[in-house]
């Protein structure tokens, strides 16, 4: 089955120390996206990727930095891990931008010590 | 300012029960509209959508959803709720066009199912 895929599904890393959550797709989709969600809160979109034009939001940190080697795969790093940074990382991918609903992976918990 | 609200945050229906959820927006023109559920420690899987035409959209798991322009709600319904519906509920609108294209999600709204 065409899925979006996110590894690792849970990631710890110390306070400071550089990460890299990865996802990867077979819909073959050009857009990828990156939500962050912390505990009961809505996803926030950090930035996403239409084919290789990187689109930031204007309030993400520039602690957060995304690649995206070839239309499958799309990683987000994290520079300096700070507590505050603990959050579930959502990808999303969809065909186009615009009217097109967005296909999710099953998310990277991320905890910071 | 433009905005995606969800009025309950938690709601608690007994099994069997009908369930509706409700979701406004305030937006200069009509949005592109989605459910999404979110099941713990998951993502989030396409409920329904509502791009234009018929404002009653039915969508998976037995879910529907009415568009009512003059009150800029977009709310779900379930005539039946299931213990498996428990789950976090989140209404979200798309604006924009191209690359500005931005879906923009309500807080939710957990669902919990009593037996």
């Known amino acids: 089955d065409a899925m979006v895929i996110q590894n690792p599904r849970y990631q710890v890393t110390q306070f400071g120390k550089p990460v890299t959550l990865s996802c990867s797709q077979t819909l073959n989709h050009n857009v990828m996206y990156w939500y962050q969600q912390k505990s009961s809160q809505a996803p926030k979109l950090l930035f996403h990727?239409?084919?290789?034009?990187?689109?930031n939001e204007a309030d993400t940190p520039d602690n957060f930095q995304s690649r995206r080697p070839n239309t499958s795969f799309c990683f987000l790093d994290i520079r300096s891990p700070g507590l505050g940074d603990a959050a579930m990382y959502l990808c999303a991918t969809s065909q186009r931008p615009g009217t097109y609903e967005q296909y999710f992976g099953p998310g990277t918990r991320l905890t910071v010590t | 300012a433009q905005s995606v609200t969800q009025p309950d945050i938690h709601i608690t229906v007994s099994e069997g029960a009908s369930l509706e959820l409700r979701c406004n927006y305030s937006y200069g023109a009509t949005p592109y509209l989605f459910w999404y559920v979110q099941s713990p420690g998951q993502g989030l899987q396409l409920l329904l959508k509502y791009f234009s035409g018929d404002t009653l959209v039915q969508g998976i798991k037995g879910f529907e959803a009415e568009f009512k322009r003059s009150q800029s709600s977009f709310n779900l319904r379930k005539p039946s709720v299931h213990w498996s519906d428990a789950a976090e509920y989140f209404c979200a609108v798309g604006l924009g066009g191209g690359s500005n294209y931005k879906l923009t999600f309500g807080k939710g709204t957990l669902l919990t199912v009593n037996p």
């Open positions: 990727y239409y084919d290789k034009d990187f689109n």
